[in-house]
């Protein structure tokens, strides 16, 4: 097993690094205003991709989220929108929406083909100006933006304004941003993309939070309201069903939990989407198990 990192090491923002792109014709676009400190990025998926996805965190914004479900009858999907603005922002995915629609790409009906767009977002609406969100026409320009290779990570897109550490309270938030990390096996590629906005501290090997200690202070930040979350996307080249994909991405949450400390909280709204675009074949536990090393690296390395 090969872990591939990103190069986001020590930068506050604009580092690049070539990973959810690893897994071929998956594209990855940004729209990114950093004086408001907020953004959006668009996950295009090729033809043919299966996916699943879940919710841990107590407050999610997403769209289209139930789709993802194994028994719901489209297995197919297109697009995955990560955004700033709270729930302001799902509006970027209609931007994607239409970027595709105008690409004729999406799932066949009698009226027309629809694209398949999954929309999460975070909130960063403390860090620049609340009055900027990501909406349909910022979704339309990242998914136009979109291109296969290098990828920008730290504080662009939908990791601008992204902070980490605030379960002390606000005035410890530290920057967080976007990450990721690739990890092979043979043929196999497993691929993360992830918006880290989250209510913990990024575990780097040592004790976690304790609830005992400092107690007014906990109650302050867990007060502060439901400001947090982390979101993203796990791409693999294997070929697994919508019930597969949904393990990937328990796998994804398990990453999580191994480097954010606490994760899935109230105050946060953890959502990851596990995406199989068919090539290779492999069994979905091994998949898993690389999704949780490749969730686990791309977030610590935030950290560098």
């Given at each position: 097993m090969r872990v591939r990192p990103t190069e986001t090491r020590g930068r506050a923002a604009g580092s690049v690094g070539v990973v959810i792109t690893d897994v071929a014709g998956v594209r990855v676009g940004h729209w990114t205003d950093p004086e408001a400190r907020t953004g959006c990025t668009v996950v295009l998926l090729p033809e043919g991709t299966v996916a699943s996805g879940e919710v841990r965190g107590g407050a999610p914004a997403t769209r289209e989220f139930e789709l993802l479900s194994p028994e719901r009858s489209v297995s197919r999907i297109d697009a995955v929108v990560l955004a700033g603005g709270s729930a302001?922002?799902?509006?970027?995915?209609?931007?994607?929406?239409?970027?595709?629609?105008?690409?004729?790409?999406?799932?066949?009906?009698?009226?027309?083909?629809?694209?398949?767009?999954?929309?999460?977002?975070?909130?960063?609406?403390?860090?620049?100006?609340?009055?900027?969100?990501?909406?349909?026409?910022?979704?339309?320009?990242?998914?136009?933006?979109?291109?296969?290779?290098?990828?920008?990570?730290?504080?662009?897109?939908?990791?601008?304004?992204?902070?980490v550490d605030k379960w002390r309270g606000r005035a410890h938030a530290r920057s967080g941003g976007l990450a990721g990390a690739t990890v092979h096996h043979g043929a196999l590629t497993v691929s993360t993309l992830l918006a880290v906005n989250a209510f913990g501290a990024i575990d780097l090997?040592?004790?976690?939070?304790?609830?005992?200690?400092?107690?007014?202070?906990?109650?302050?930040?867990?007060?502060?309201?439901?400001?947090?979350?982390?979101?993203?996307?796990?791409?693999?080249?294997?070929?697994?069903?919508?019930?597969?994909?949904?393990?990937?991405?328990?796998?994804?949450?398990?990453?999580?939990?191994?480097s954010l400390s606490p994760a899935h909280t109230r105050v946060d709204g953890d959502a990851i989407v596990a995406a199989a675009t068919g090539a290779v074949e492999a069994h979905v536990d091994l998949v898993r198990l690389l999704a949780v090393t490749a969730v686990e690296t791309a977030v610590r390395d935030l950290a560098g």
């Open positions: 302001f922002g799902l509006a970027a995915a209609d931007g994607a929406m239409r970027c595709l629609a105008d690409r004729e790409v999406g799932f066949e009906t009698a009226a027309g083909k629809i694209p398949i767009v999954i929309g999460m977002c975070l909130f960063d609406l403390l860090v620049g100006d609340s009055a900027v969100r990501p909406g349909a026409e910022e979704g339309y320009a990242a998914c136009v933006a979109a291109r296969s290779g290098a990828v920008a990570l730290g504080q662009v897109g939908a990791g601008t304004g992204a902070t090997g040592g004790p976690g939070p304790d609830p005992g200690v400092e107690d007014a202070r906990l109650d302050e930040a867990f007060g502060v309201g439901l400001e947090n979350t982390t979101i993203g996307v796990i791409a693999t080249n294997a070929r697994l069903d919508k019930t597969g994909c949904l393990v990937v991405a328990q796998g994804g949450h398990d990453g999580l939990a191994r």
